[in-house]
């Protein structure tokens, strides 16, 4: 039994592998460990005080993937909750969809019971205003809340600003079985509505049983384009092996070609439960793994090779006037 993580699972990591201890399923293990996370004040980059859009609006996008039937859940830009991967699990078993957003994800929350929270923290709002004023000039959100058009300073907030979080856990039960789950409020200073690819099933999270398991943290716009959690688990059903499959994954990123670039930082984990970590732009090259046996978790230092980027394709910065 093991269970691996991003490194902002070390909040969560120890209760995921007591749950697998404790009889659990890999499932179970997942959404154990990430609710951690989710709850954790310290951490901007999921659930309660996750970082806001544009508009100082926190958003969260969660997925979940059992190994064993192929089946996921997912949810994205839902407000509100404190634990988008409970709400994501229950998308996956009780509903004949795979996928809710917005204001449906959040009627289906309240259907199940889960409690309304307010994820905008006093921390996350005084983070969010000083990258306003750091990133991109602004002194005053009602700028941008009164603003006509977002676009323009949305492209440049994405370039400069550079605020990432997100989680992802893999747990593999005394069955053998295979759960990914990942949850995000994504970019900070992102559009409203953007959706990560951490709620896109193939993009951020994967998982087949038959040959394992990948997940990612980094921009997701390019995990999208390049389907990388899907294709690490293709790569390992062609017969590569788990650290094989990682760099491939990470070629294929290399190619993408366009201004969405910043990096990804994959986990993956074979069949068998031997793991492996990768990552092209992010100073973020380390995952923790836990197996049963452990009283404590572990750092594994993967791969790591800068991706290019095409410096003529930055935005301009005159962004800020097209908000009028
Ligand atoms: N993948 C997340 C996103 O694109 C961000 C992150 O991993 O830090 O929103």
Redesign the pocket.
Known sequence: MIVIASSGGDVGIRQAVQALRDGGSAIDAVEEGIQHVESNPDDH?VGLSGMPNLLGEVELDATIMDGATLQAGAVGSLKGYEHPISIARKVMEELWHVFLVGAGAERFAAEMGFEKTALLTDQARADWQNSLWEYLGISDPAQLQQARELRHIGRLACYTAKI???VNFIARDKQGNICTGVS?S??GLKYPGRL???CVIGA?NYADNRYGAAA?????EIAIRAGSARSTVLYMKMGMSVEEACREAMEDLDALVGDRHRGIHLIAMDKDGNHYGAANALDRTKHIYMTSEMNSFAHFEGHYAPFRTDPKLEPQSDARDGMN
């Open positions: 980059g990432l979080g997100t995000t994504g970019l990560s690819d951490s951020g990612c943290t980094g921009m997701g």
